[in-house]
Each structure stands twice: as C-alpha cells, then as structure tokens.
C-alpha cells in the first residue's frame, strides 16, 4: 500500500500488473500457436512474454524481480498458457487475438512500467523510458523466439504509443494528479494510439514519408491484389 492514498491503491497498481501479465502471456501463447507449437512451446512464448519486459525494468533499476519475488506471477503465465492451449481459436480469430491482447498488454505494462520506476524513485526521463521497456521487451523476446521481426522494428506505431502513454502519466503526475488517474490516463493514451494503428493500419514510414496507411502502400504496390493482413 502507498503512503498517503487510499488503501485502495496498492491493490489498483498490482490489478495493472496482473492484467498486464495476463494478456501478454495470452499473445505469446497465441504466438506458439502460430506455429503450431507443444504445450511447453505455449508456457514458453508465454512466460517470457509476460514477464520479460518486466525482468529486465527490474534489473535496470536495481530492484528485486517481481515474479521471483512472487512466484506466483510465474505460475499465472503458466495457467493462462496452458488455458490459451486448450481453447486455441481459428487461425484469423488468433492473429486478431494476438494483435489486440498485445496492445491491452502495451498499455497495462506502459503504465505498470512507469510507475514501478516512479515508486523505485527514477527520474522522469528515466521513469519514461522504463515504461517503453516494460511494455515492448516482453513483445520482441516473444517475437524473436518465434522468429519474427519485432513490432517495434517493422515501422508500425507501438514503442511511440507507449512513450506517448508514459509521457501523459508523468506529465499528469508532475500537475499533482494522482496515481491510479495518471495511470488511466497513461493506459487511455496508449491502447487509443495503437487501437488506431491496427484499425486504420498507420506506420511511421521511411525517410520522408513520416506517417503513412500501410494499407494504401500496399494497395500501391501490388494494385488490384487484396492486402495480405
């Protein structure tokens, strides 16, 4: 529980974290099933998912690590893998699945991240940054184990979305807001930008071209074939 709050609170933050923890593993479960991988494969993607970006917050900034500390994180990626096995659905409902689990699970650890890094008394830049790291290190362990280019490689609108959601929690945070409506605020911003990015299929383009609709690009480059995703 957090001094001078509400009793309320403290269990607000670890609700964050679960939820987080949750969905993530989630997608990286639906990663394994991409591939068609054992039910090991399954707790496997779905762990490091869940709990990666986390481990390597905790690292940087000194603190002990959350699932070691509670093993029972550990053991929730490990169910909810294995749940995810069990009731795997059709290939275009899984890649749905994946997409948007992921992007509930940016915006929880981006907000998660953030006010771990605030609580273990980092700066803002740092707090901002450790945010990112919570958010999206769990993503491209997963998607390196399952050999794919990172989301955060292939040009879409994901690690700007949670420096976006970041940087609402610390600018409400500095205004005096307190932390529970920083967060919301924080989460709010980031699944907004990158519901939007899947929606409407938004990318930050190449030298030039900043911000494009990847649905266009492709309709421009294959002209009368329909879009592959």
Known sequence: M????????????????IFGTVVFAISGALAAGRYRMDPIGFMVLGTVTAIGGGTIRDLLLG?????????GVLGLTVIVSLVTYFFIPGRTLRWKALTWSDALGLAAFTVAGAEAARAAGAGWVIVVAMAMISAVGGGVLRDLLSNQLPFVLRGELYASTSLAGAAAFVGLQALGVGTPLSMLAGFVVTLALRGSAIVYRLELGAPGEWLRFARHA???ANPGEPPTS
Do not use: M, Y
């Open 2 to 17: 957090l001094e001078g709050q509400g009793s309320w609170v403290g269990p607000f933050i670890d609700g964050v974290g």
């Open 63 to 71: 603190q002990p690590v959350t699932w070691i500390v509670n093993p």
């Open 218 to 220: 492709a309709e421009e």
